[in-house]
T-cell receptor, first 114, second 113 residues
Framework: DSGVTQTPKHLITATGQRVTLRCSPR?????VYWYQQSLDQGLQFLIQ???????AKGNILERFSAQQFPDLHSELNLSSLELGDSALYFC?????????????FGSGTRLTVV | QQQVKQSPQSLIVQKGGISIINCAYE??????FPWYQQFPGKGPALLIA?????SEKKEGRFTISFNKSAKQFSLHIMDSQPGDSATYFC????????????FGTGTRLQVTL
């Protein structure tokens, strides 16, 4: 157990729907990162939060949004889902942004859009 | 724009052999280079990391070699074991504010008996 908790583990939904993925960072970590992992795309950075504030954005689609709450958990909202959104979505956390001791990843949420 | 290039895409090594995975980066501001190991169905886990002021770091059977002038670094797995079969990602980060890890595309390692 890495200490980063992601729920749900698996999600199957239809095209056009909206889903919410949840992440609880490791205790003491203030920074949360979301990554998308597709078979042919590796780990793509989506968005980063630090202590409730958005700090960096990567290749995140406009249909996707995220937030970090006062208790530091984060949610990634995916709407108007398309088949191509099927992927593993990972949350990672670190004590501070740009930490020089790496990130701790959760086990991911596998999203299947049918 | 891919800032960290990783090769090979896949690698098959016999048990006891040496596995070598190479990465090259473009951004000279990067100052921390971790390697992650990912088993199927799991999230990436930090394996070993190096800073650019060091040319080599060894932890058990895992060694990072770093060439700052060439902007290249590599992971060597000595005495490779079937349990090392996993996907390995190199990564790089500038440890300033609002920075984030940039990953290579991954290498799927299979260690055969």
């Amino acid at each position: 157990d890495s200490g980063v908790t992601q729920t749900p583990k698996h999600l199957i939904t239809a095209t056009g729907q909206r889903v919410t993925l949840r992440c609880s960072p490791r205790s003491g970590d203030l920074s949360v990162y979301w990554y998308q992992q597709s078979l042919d795309q590796g780990l793509q950075f989506l968005i980063q939060y630090y202590n409730g504030e958005e700090r960096a954005k990567g290749n995140i689609l406009e249909r996707f949004s995220a937030q970090q709450f006062p208790d530091l958990h984060s949610e990634l909202n995916l709407s108007s889902l398309e088949l191509g959104d099927s992927a593993l979505y990972f949350c990672a956390s670190s004590p501070t942004p740009g930490a020089n001791y790496g990130y701790t990843f959760g086990s991911g949420t596998r999203l299947t859009v049918v | 724009q891919q800032q960290v290039k990783q090769s090979p895409q896949s690698l098959i090594v016999q048990k006891g052999g040496i596995s070598i995975i190479n990465c090259a980066y473009e951004n000279t501001a990067f100052d921390y280079f971790p390697w992650y190991q990912q088993f199927p169905g799991k999230g990436p886990a930090l394996l070993i990391a190096i800073r650019p002021d060091v040319s080599e770091k060894k932890e058990g059977r895992f060694t990072i070699s770093f060439n700052k002038s060439a902007k290249q670094f590599s992971l060597h797995i000595m005495d490779s074991q079937p349990g090392d079969s996993a996907t390995y990602f190199c990564a790089a980060i500038y440890t300033g504010t609002a920075s984030k890890l940039t990953f290579g595309t991954g290498t799927r390692l299979q260690v055969t008996l």
